[in-house]
């Protein structure tokens, strides 16, 4: 797969997606109390739709106007893949979310940047050099320390961190974002254009319409009071919204910029909105060793990108 020009643009954008995706998740962890996970999951495509579709058209004008590239087999398996697992990836990370605590929730899905690694050589053909397994180690030895039951610290703790269900639900979580975020970047670059942001732009306006079909018409069907109380929170979803449709369409281009594992390696700046968020705004507190496997495993994710 033919590779887009890289540029050093895709730092600030990857900047600024993950200081979206931060908010979106706090907006969205704010819903799952009355929404329940799938609820605060359509919060995400349904609000953020609209300004998905209001950037593509910013884009399209800023381009001259001109027809949009026409999608194509290989953009359609990619956008559905992708599609399906950020689904299940959005629920998965509520959950996770519900069980611990807010922060404990976004590290537990940042094994993603571990699991993406191994998609990207499966699927994109990235290949992985042994520095950057050792940056791996590095982090899952973060991940342990995070995993440790409170006041603990023996190896017995560790693997009942391991086999507990919030661990599961939160690398889980990871493994279906990893599988999105090489789908969506396997889509941007089918499309024919060198407009990078266009081609992005393109992918998550696809992305949100079929997002929204799939997860609206089964809530429709199944649990129909949730969709009336997700119409009805629509002060905050608007937030979620546009917070999550800012942070798709950043991490979409950088993403077509940049390969995966490099870009959401530096969105482990995440980690540190998201501790402050957990701080001042949920009141809740970690310990040292967790705050000591937030270190490591930045560090170790960090040096996937600086040491390969």
């Given at each position: 797969?033919?590779?887009?020009?890289?540029?050093?643009?895709?730092?600030?954008?990857?900047?600024?997606?993950?200081?979206?995706?931060?908010?979106?998740?706090?907006?969205?962890?704010?819903?799952?109390?009355?929404?329940?996970?799938?609820?605060?999951?359509?919060?995400?495509?349904?609000?953020?739709?609209?300004?998905?579709?209001?950037?593509?058209?910013?884009?399209?004008?800023?381009?001259?106007?001109?027809?949009?590239?026409?999608?194509?087999?290989?953009?359609?398996?990619?956008?559905?893949?992708?599609?399906?697992?950020?689904i299940?990836?959005?629920?998965?990370?509520?959950?996770?979310?519900?069980?611990?605590?807010?922060?404990?929730?976004?590290?537990?899905?940042?094994?993603?940047?571990?699991?993406?690694?191994?998609?990207?050589?499966?699927?994109?053909?990235?290949?992985?050099?042994?520095?950057?397994?050792?940056?791996?180690v590095?982090?899952?030895?973060?991940?342990?320390?995070?995993?440790?039951?409170?006041?603990?610290?023996?190896?017995?703790?560790?693997?009942r961190?391991?086999?507990?269900?919030?661990?599961?639900?939160?690398?889980?979580?990871?493994?279906?974002?990893?599988?999105?975020?090489?789908?969506?970047?396997?889509?941007?670059?089918?499309?024919?254009?060198?407009?990078?942001?266009?081609?992005?732009?393109?992918?998550?306006?696809?992305?949100?319409?079929?997002?929204?079909?799939?997860?609206?018409?089964?809530?429709?069907?199944?649990?129909?009071?949730v969709?009336?109380?997700?119409?009805?929170?629509?002060?905050?979803?608007?937030?979620?919204?546009?917070?999550g449709?800012?942070?798709?369409?950043?991490?979409?281009?950088a993403?077509?910029?940049?390969?995966?594992?490099?870009?959401?390696?530096?969105?482990?700046?995440?980690?540190?909105f998201?501790?402050?968020?957990?701080?001042?705004?949920?009141?809740?507190?970690?310990?040292?060793?967790?705050?000591?496997?937030?270190?490591?495993?930045?560090?170790?994710?960090?040096?996937?990108?600086?040491?390969?």
């Open positions: 797969m033919p590779m887009l020009t890289l540029s050093w643009a895709w730092v600030p954008i990857t900047l600024g997606a993950a200081l979206a995706q931060t908010l979106r998740n706090a907006a969205q962890r704010h819903l799952t109390g009355d929404l329940g996970p799938l609820g605060a999951t359509l919060v995400r495509f349904l609000y953020g739709l609209p300004f998905a579709a209001a950037w593509l058209t910013v884009l399209w004008l800023l381009a001259g106007g001109a027809a949009l590239p026409p999608v194509n087999p290989p953009f359609l398996m990619w956008t559905v893949v992708a599609s399906l697992s950020q299940a990836a959005t629920a998965l990370l509520l959950r996770t979310m519900q069980e611990r605590n807010f922060a404990l929730g976004v590290a537990y899905s940042k094994t993603e940047v571990v699991q993406v690694a191994l998609f990207g050589l499966i699927l994109l053909d990235d290949r992985v050099s042994f520095v950057t397994i050792a940056a791996i590095v982090a899952m030895l973060g991940v342990i320390l995070l995993s440790l039951p409170p006041g603990s610290r023996s190896l017995a703790a560790v693997a961190g391991w086999a507990s269900r919030s661990a599961a639900l939160g690398i889980a979580s990871g493994a279906a974002f990893g599988i999105a975020a090489v789908g969506y970047r396997g889509a941007a670059l089918s499309l024919a254009t060198p407009n990078v942001p266009l081609a992005a732009a393109i992918s998550l306006v696809w992305a949100q319409v079929l997002q929204t079909l799939l997860l609206g018409l089964y809530l429709l069907w199944r649990q129909r009071r969709v009336i109380a997700v119409l009805r929170a629509w002060r905050v979803s608007l937030l979620a919204g546009a917070m449709a800012a942070a798709s369409a950043c991490w979409f281009t993403m077509a910029l940049r390969p995966v594992a490099q870009v959401r390696t530096l969105g482990l700046i995440e980690l540190y998201t501790y402050v968020i957990s701080k001042r705004v949920f009141r809740e507190r970690l310990g040292g060793a967790e705050l000591l496997g937030f270190v490591l495993l930045a560090l170790g994710l960090f040096g996937i990108v600086a040491l390969r």
